[in-house]
Structure formats: C-alpha cells, structure tokens
C-alpha cells in the first residue's frame, strides 16, 4: 500500500523526533486523517520497540517491500520526491 500524502505529513508534523515506533503507531491512532487500512499497514510496518530519528527513517520502513525494494523520500519540507531503490542481483 503505498504511503498517503496524509500519513507524510503527520510525519513530518506531529511527532517529534527521536520518537519510539509505539509512540508513532500511538499518534497514528489519533488521526482522523489516515484511512484504517493505511494505520493497520502502518502498524505492521512500524517497528514498536525502534527508535526512529525522523520521519525519512519511518518512511523507509514503511515503504520496505517483500522484494527489498525501498522507496526513500528527498524534501523533508515536503512535498517529497519518491525515489525507488532496488538491489542489483548477483
């Protein structure tokens, strides 16, 4: 599911960082904003017990795929420019 424009700004917005990954799942809770299949995806991609630097760190876990292809995000004033990362095989 990729990540709404909603859940990048609550990001980037409403936590404060450094934030535990429970402290974000918590704070996703609260918003109305976010769709609950976005926060039950979110919930399954947040690591409770990490702790997440900013909003990029949430967004690489977030964006992390069965096939390790991970989207990282440039801009953290927003909007974000979605970059896609996948490993060479070898």
Same mark, same amino acid.
């Given at each position: 599911?990729?990540?709404? #424009?909603?859940?990048?700004?609550? *990001? %980037? &917005?409403? $936590?404060? /960082?450094?934030?535990? !990954? @429970?402290? $974000?799942? %918590?704070? &996703? !809770?609260?918003?109305?904003?976010?769709?609950?299949?976005? %926060?039950?995806?979110?919930?399954?991609? $947040?690591?409770? %017990?990490?702790? /997440? =630097?900013?909003? *990029? &760190?949430?967004? =690489?876990?977030? #964006?992390? &795929? @069965?096939?390790?292809? $991970?989207? *990282? /995000? =440039?801009?953290?004033?927003?909007? /974000?420019?979605?970059?896609?990362?996948?490993? *060479? =095989?070898?």
């Amino acid at each position: 599911m990729p990540v709404s #424009q909603e859940t990048l700004t609550h *990001l %980037r &917005d409403n $936590i404060t /960082y450094p934030a535990t !990954g @429970e402290q $974000i799942i %918590r704070a &996703d !809770g609260m918003m109305s904003g976010i769709s609950a299949a976005e %926060r039950v995806s979110n919930m399954e991609k $947040i690591k409770s %017990r990490k702790t /997440y =630097a900013s909003d *990029l &760190d949430v967004l =690489a876990d977030l #964006q992390a &795929d @069965e096939d390790n292809t $991970i989207s *990282l /995000y =440039a801009g953290h004033a927003g909007p /974000y420019v979605r970059f896609s990362l996948t490993p *060479l =095989a070898m």
